[in-house]
């Protein structure tokens, strides 16, 4: 059960992680997504963006210092984030999700059943905190290098479903 809960927390560290440098190092993206898909204006689409940075960086701390509330604030954030997606997917607006910055691939239901799958791992770890603890720092370095790789890769499975669909081709 340890091993479960520090490979949830560990994945979702990785992902939220990731996720707001990227969003940090580039928030022009994420203005733009934000200002084509919510009725917002420039400064309130800025505005929403620094937050969405600042909330997925408090995550990957509470996460360390109070697991049990990281894993429900990882709730909170990927259910909104889960909302909108789906919502700009019905609305059939072409854009870009920025839910790492830059990115050629548009929203579509690869974003959903990622973040269905956040979810459950999120889910997982607030149902195992009170019962688990972190253990042992060697366990959690064996445990780091594939947490980080499913966070990342999660974070990246839209851009990882196209590279190998069958319609992909390398322009030479």
């Known amino acids: 059960m340890d091993v479960l809960f520090d490979f949830s927390k560990l994945s979702l560290v990785s992902l939220f992680c990731v996720s707001a440098v990227m969003k940090a190092r580039d928030l022009n993206p994420l203005v733009a997504h934000l200002t084509l898909t919510l009725p917002l204006g420039g400064r309130a689409a800025r505005t929403l963006a620094m937050s969405t940075v600042a909330a997925e960086a408090a995550v990957v701390v ?60 999120a889910a997982a770890g607030l149902v195992m905190a009170p019962h688990s603890h972190s253990g042992p720092v060697v366990m959690n370095l064996i445990i780091a290098a594939p947490a980080a790789l499913f966070g990342v890769g999660m974070l990246r499975l839209d851009e990882m479903s196209r590279f190998l669909s069958p319609q992909y081709t390398r322009s030479s």
Not at 63 to 79: C, E, H, M
Not at 104 to 112: E, F, G, K, N, T
């Open 62 to 121: 509470v996460l360390f210092t109070a697991p049990r509330l990281g894993f429900a604030a990882s709730l909170v954030l990927l259910t909104g984030f889960t909302v909108h997606l789906a919502r700009v997917l019905a609305s059939g607006t072409a854009t870009s999700c920025a839910c790492a910055g830059s990115s050629d691939s548009q929203v579509s239901a690869i974003h959903l059943i990622r973040n269905a799958i956040l979810l459950a791992v």
